[in-house]
């Protein structure tokens, strides 16, 4: 099938996306990230030498809408972790379609982290690959795989990327 043209309003809406999604984890406004994705997704945090090795290991794995709540239920009152903060800094997105329904987007990504002495670090660098899917008419993910590149992690890893 040829590739769809996408058009400047699309691409802003899939910016929008991103950046709101970003904004939500950076703002610890936690309880509304599940609204980002579709009831039946995938969400997953994984070294990249796994993915390019065809492993499924993933340091952060989800299948469905509610296993993303459940992760922040935990979080917020099970998971004992120091107090941080995360910054995301978001390339352009390059955004693709085959049939003008279904988005298949990648963007580089950058999280800093703050803990509560004041320091920043680079915490997790790597690239999104992404499903983008309208749901009712607003554009959510059906699939959020974080690659990353990092290979060490320096604390648990608590807060989505």
Not at 128 to 142: E, P, Q
Request: proline share 4%.
């Amino acid at each position: 099938m040829p590739n769809i043209s996408v058009t400047l309003e699309l691409k802003s809406e899939v910016e929008n996306l991103l950046n709101a999604y970003a904004q939500c984890i950076d703002d610890d406004n936690l309880e509304q990230w599940p609204g980002f994705f579709t009831d039946d997704c995938l969400y997953q945090v994984i070294p990249r030498e796994n993915h390019e090795m065809g492993l499924p290991t993933a340091v952060m794995w989800c299948d469905s809408r509610g296993m993303l709540e459940d992760r922040i239920t935990a979080l917020r009152h099970a998971n004992v972790y120091q107090v941080q903060w995360y910054r995301h800094l978001i390339s352009n997105p390059v955004i693709s379609t085959d049939d003008g329904d279904t988005f298949n987007v990648q963007s580089n990504y950058a999280v800093f982290k703050t803990c509560n002495d004041g320091e920043s670090t680079v915490y997790n660098v790597g690239r999104y690959v992404d499903v983008i899917v309208r749901d009712k008419g607003v554009l959510k993910f059906k699939e959020r795989t974080a690659i990353y590149d990092t290979h060490r992690i320096t604390t648990l890893m608590v807060i989505p990327i």
